[in-house]
């Protein structure tokens, strides 16, 4: 089952001003955990971390109502 995505709008000026390759990178890696569950997920109260390529996308996932929301990027590596 799928997840729909939320990106809260203050992630959404950081996501937009990331290099372009940096970008897809947290895309993909939200978009393939929303679809198929894969991907690199730590938790870390009260919220999920997913690893993607340099970054972390602090993540809020709701599984009754199917969304996951996009908090925050944090550069990590």
């Known amino acids: 089952m ?5 990106w809260n709008f203050p992630v959404l000026a950081t996501f937009y ?3 372009m390759h940096s970008a897809f990178m947290i895309d993909r890696a939200v ?4 679809e198929t569950g894969e ?7 009260p919220h999920h971390l997913l690893s993607a390529g340099f970054h972390d996308a602090v993540l809020a996932i709701d599984r009754e ?13």
């Open 39 to 45: 991907g690199e997920l730590a938790w870390e109260a």
């Open 65 to 77: 109502a199917r969304t996951i929301t996009v908090l925050r990027i944090y550069r990590v590596r």
């Open 17 to 19: 001003s990331l290099p």
């Open 31 to 34: 978009v393939r955990f929303a």
């Open 2 to 6: 799928s997840f729909r995505v939320v």
